[in-house]
């Protein structure tokens, strides 16, 4: 579904996949999460907060209404295919970082992992980054958020 | 704007009349006043050998939250927050990093919403009254009553009940963390103009997103004889490693701090990891059980990550 958010951003879906798309946009809860993050990211960048059409279920609310109208000009946005009142509701800064999500999550999986050729390693001796991270993202502390990881 | 002046002085009046009976409203009052209160200040956040100063705007309008938080040392970083949405924006040379994150529980809103399961596992006292940034405060102890917690000394405003300072300590009195305002102020407007990071907005832009993690409710392994206090807050599997490979995750806390458990089967080739070490405040505790690698991290003392590995009593064999 990723592939497919990030080739409809690029206009580059036809009528009936695009139209697929934007309806899986509408019932998949984590892509309406997405949709939130970029909303709180829009409404900050650009000082709107107080707009309160503009609240994600606002959003779902008109997209639920308003009958999908799928344009096929190369310059336009997904503000626009999806039919939204707020015409820059998307910006390409966004819409990019769709498609890096694509690229930060390859590059973590196909991150080399250092293998030696002991079966079994100290952890004190090679520190497992990774679980320390995926600890901070999920532990709400003060640690995990005012401090770098320090074992990077 | 009356009415919240209106508002703040009965969240005072309120919590006045009641704690002369009962020394916890003090507390329920500091966990309520960091949320419900709107503050601008800095405060110096310190932890193991890391020092930084830290901006934070907190407004709350009567039905929302919304925050600022800015570190002011070294590399520019910066998170809103939006009720329990909290998006952290990383700049660096040629992009900013956002990552999405969400309950957080950052000073000074340190102390969970609901004091009850605080007052499950600490004792509360009273000590003596200090200046705080320009403000009285009264410092209280949370004292644990076992050795699977640190122990927390809080300044509490005597007029606000907010925490100024706090400090978390070891068994031995060392410091493991500690945050104090040097400056504070309380504001009644509600305008959002602050609400806004100050990154370059011709930078490109990447959503940060680790992993993608999926809430489980598998029944992977047994989990039993968990330290007093601690309790599942969540627990999702993601992909980890390389070759990527599902990892179940479980958050526990006991309110106040929280601690990772991370079991993944070991595939073959793949180097498996033993043993203990400490980064920063977070200890680590590894070991294998029945071909599944299993990893203990939190900022919690030792003896509690060991509990915590130890608490897994069965797990399926790889």
């Known amino acids: ?152 | 704007m009356q009415r919240l002046v209106f508002a703040l002085f009965l969240f005072v009046l309120s919590f006045y009349a009641q704690s002369a009976e009962d020394p916890w409203l003090h507390l329920e009052k500091a966990s309520q006043a960091a949320r419900k209160l709107s503050y601008k200040g800095i405060f110096l956040y310190q932890n193991h050998q890391d020092v930084r100063s830290i901006e934070i705007t907190h407004l709350n309008n009567g039905s929302e939250e919304f925050a600022r938080i800015v570190t002011l040392d070294g590399k520019p970083r910066e998170a809103l927050s939006r009720g329990n949405n909290m998006v952290v924006f990383n700049p660096n040379k040629e992009n900013v990093m956002i990552q999405k994150r969400q309950n957080q529980s950052l000073f000074p809103a340190i102390l969970p919403s609901d004091i009850e399961s605080v007052k499950a596992i600490y004792t509360l006292r009273f000590s003596d009254q200090e200046r705080i940034g320009g403000r009285d405060a009264q410092i209280v102890y949370l004292e644990p009553k076992d050795e699977y917690r640190y122990l927390y000394k809080l300044w509490l405003d005597k007029e606000y009940g907010l925490i100024l300072k706090m400090s978390i300590l070891d068994h031995q009195q060392k410091v493991i963390e500690q945050a104090s305002f040097n400056q504070i102020a309380l504001f009644t407007n509600q305008d959002l103009n602050w609400f806004k990071p100050s990154v370059d907005t011709h930078k490109k832009y990447i959503m940060d997103e680790v992993s993608d993690n999926k809430i489980s409710d598998e029944k992977y392994c047994t989990i039993a004889n968990l330290p007093a206090g601690y309790r599942e807050v969540s627990h999702v599997t993601r992909m980890m490693g390389n070759p990527p490979q599902l990892v179940h995750q479980w958050v526990f806390s006991d309110g106040l701090s929280f601690v990772s458990l991370f079991v993944n089967p070991i595939s073959k080739g793949q180097k498996s990891r033993i043993g203990e070490t400490q980064v920063g405040a977070s200890y680590v505790h590894a070991r294998v059980m029945n071909g599944n690698q299993i990893m203990v991290v939190g900022e919690v003392p030792q003896g509690t990550i060991q509990k915590i590995s130890n608490s897994i009593q069965d797990v399926r064999a790889h």
């Open chain 1, 1 to 152: 579904m990723k592939e497919k958010i990030s080739t409809l951003l690029d206009d580059e879906l036809d009528i009936k996949s695009s139209s697929q798309a934007v309806s899986e946009i509408i019932k998949d809860k984590r892509l309406r999460e997405r949709f939130e993050t970029y909303q709180l990211i829009r409404d900050s960048m650009n000082n709107e907060l107080s707009d309160a059409t503009l609240s994600s279920q606002a959003i779902l609310d008109a997209i639920d209404k308003e009958p999908i109208q799928i344009q096929f000009n190369k310059d336009k946005k997904l503000s626009d295919v999806i039919a939204l009142s707020s015409p820059d509701w998307m910006t390409w800064p966004i819409a990019a970082s769709f498609i890096a999500v694509l690229f930060v999550g390859a590059m973590i999986t196909m991150n080399p992992l250092h293998m030696k050729s002991s079966s079994t390693v100290e952890i004190a001796q090679d520190v497992p980054n990774e679980y320390i991270e995926a600890h901070q993202m999920l532990a709400p502390t003060s640690v995990a958020f005012y401090v770098d990881k320090e074992a990077k």
